[in-house]
C-alpha cells in the first residue's frame, strides 16, 4: 500500500508505527533497527498532533522488491516549529510522547531533513539502511509515489539505478488507476530493463519499448542518462507524455519538452535532449498526479533542502488527490568522478 496516512488524532499514532514495524520487519530488518524505526514514528507523528493538530505520513521501502532503504515524510500545514533549535535538545518533545526530541530521531535516522515556517508548516523527513548505505557518485538522488486514494496499488513507477559512470532513472505513469494501471506500469518497467538498447541511449530504449508495447493499454514515461565522465557530466533525455521534467539552476528553471503520445500507440524515440549538468544542479519529474510546479509550490528555502525533503514537500502540497503520482528529484552534488 503506498498511501498518504492522515494524522487527525492520537490513534494515528499506532497506526504509523505498526506500519513502519510491519514494513521493516517484511523486509527482515533486524529487531534494533525495526524499534528505532517505531521510535522515530511515534515520536514525529506526536509532534504533528502537538504542534499542528494534523498532517500525515508517507513510508515506503526503496528499491522494490529488496527493501534495503526505508524512507519517511512527516508534513502538516500547522504554524511551524518557532525555538527549532531548542526541540533538538534531548527531553524536548511532547508531552505524550518519549521526550527524546528531534535530536535524538535524527540520530536514529540515517539521513534527517526538516523545513519549518509559519508560512509552510513542517515537513521532516528520514531515511533508514538496512546495511551499509548505497552509493551515490555524485548524484544524490530519491523516487516517492503515492496511489490514488481510493486505491492500493499505485500505477506510476519508477527506476534509479547508480553505478560509478552514470545514473539511470524511469518514471512512467500507467494510463488510468488501479491494478489494470500498476499492471501497465510495470510492463514499462520490465520492457526498460530487459531492453538491449544501451542506457546511455534514452531514445533508443524508448524506441524499442514503444515499438514491443504497441496495442498496450500503455502509459507516459521518460527516461534520463546521466554520464559521469571524467570532465563532466552530461544528461541524455527522451520523453512521450505528460511527465514533467525541470532543470533548477540557481534561481532558473528550465522545463523541458515532451513530445505528446504514449506508450501502446506508435513506435516512437518521443523527445529527445542532451545538455551537460554542473554541480548544485535539481533534476524533478514527477506525473501529473502532482499539479504543475510553479512559484507557489516552490517556497523560499526548499531547493537547498535534501532531494528526499523536496520529493516529500512537493509529494504533500502538489498531490492533486485523484490520481496516483510520482516524483523523482536528483541534485548533482559534486564534480563529475574522476
Same mark, same amino acid.
Given at each position: 500500500?503506498?498511501?498518504?496516512?492522515? $494524522?487527525?488524532?492520537?490513534?494515528?499514532?499506532a497506526v504509523v508505527r505498526r506500519f513502519a514495524q510491519r514494513l521493516a520487519t517484511r523486509h527482515?530488518?533486524?529487531?534494533?533497527r525495526v524499534d528505532e524505526l517505531a521510535i522515530v514514528a511515534t515520536e514525529a507523528t506526536t509532534n504533528?498532533?502537538?504542534?499542528?493538530?494534523?498532517?500525515? $505520513?508517507?513510508?515506503?521501502?526503496l528499491p522494490e522488491p529488496e527493501g534495503d532503504q526505508i524512507v519517511m515524510v512527516f508534513t502538516d500545514r500547522g504554524p511551524g516549529i518557532s525555538d527549532l533549535d531548542n526541540m533538538f535538545q534531548d527531553g524536548v518533545s511532547s508531552g505524550d510522547s518519549a521526550g527524546l526530541g528531534l535530536g535524538a530521531?535524527?540520530?536514529?535516522?540515517?539521513?534527517?531533513?526538516?523545513?519549518t515556517g509559519?508560512?509552510?508548516? &513542517?515537513?521532516i523527513v528520514c531515511s533508514f539502511t538496512k546495511g551499509t548505505a548505497a552509493q551515490?557518485?555524485?548524484v544524490d538522488a530519491i523516487g516517492l509515489r503515492v496511489c490514488h486514494p481510493n486505491e492500493r496499488v499505485c500505477g506510476d513507477h519508477f527506476l534509479l539505478r547508480q553505478t560509478p559512470k552514470a545514473t539511470d532513472v524511469l518514471i512512467c505513469d500507467g494510463l488510468g488507476h488501479g491494478p489494470e494501471a500498476d499492471a501497465a506500469g510495470q510492463e514499462v518497467v520490465q520492457t526498460v530493463l530487459h531492453s538491449r538498447a544501451s542506457n546511455s541511449e534514452p531514445g533508443a530504449v524508448m524506441g524499442e519499448v514503444t515499438e514491443k508495447l504497441v496495442g498496450k493499454r500503455g502509459a507516459v514515461a521518460a527516461l534520463a542518462h546521466i554520464e559521469q565522465a571524467p570532465s563532466q557530466m552530461t544528461l541524455r533525455y527522451a520523453a512521450l507524455g505528460n511527465i514533467? &521534467?525541470?532543470?533548477?539552476?540557481?534561481?532558473?528553471?528550465?522545463?523541458?519538452?515532451?513530445r505528446d503520445g504514449r506508450i501502446g500507440a506508435r513506435s516512437t524515440r518521443g523527445y529527445e535532449e542532451s545538455f551537460?549538468?554542473?554541480? %548544485?544542479?535539481?533534476?524533478?519529474?514527477?506525473?501529473?498526479?502532482?499539479?504543475?510546479?510553479?512559484? %507557489?509550490?516552490?517556497?523560499?528555502?526548499?531547493?537547498?533542502?535534501?532531494?528526499?525533503?523536496?520529493?516529500?514537500?512537493l509529494l504533500d502540497r502538489a498531490f492533486r488527490g485523484r490520481d496516483d503520482a510520482s516524483i523523482v528529484v536528483l541534485r548533482i552534488a559534486r564534480e563529475a568522478v574522476r
Open positions: 500500500m503506498k498511501q498518504w496516512i492522515d $494524522v487527525q488524532d492520537q490513534s494515528a499514532v527482515d530488518w533486524p529487531k534494533l504533528i498532533l502537538r504542534y499542528a493538530g494534523k498532517g500525515r $505520513v508517507l513510508i515506503d521501502a530521531i535524527k540520530r536514529l535516522s540515517n539521513t534527517f531533513d526538516i523545513f509559519p508560512e509552510i508548516g &513542517t515537513t551515490t557518485y555524485g514533467a &521534467t525541470l532543470r533548477v539552476r540557481g534561481g532558473e528553471i528550465k522545463r523541458l519538452p515532451v551537460h549538468l554542473e554541480p %548544485g544542479d535539481l533534476l524533478i519529474l514527477h506525473s501529473d498526479g502532482l499539479r504543475t510546479l510553479r512559484d %507557489g509550490f516552490l517556497p523560499q528555502g526548499l531547493l537547498h533542502k535534501s532531494p528526499l525533503l523536496i520529493a516529500g514537500f
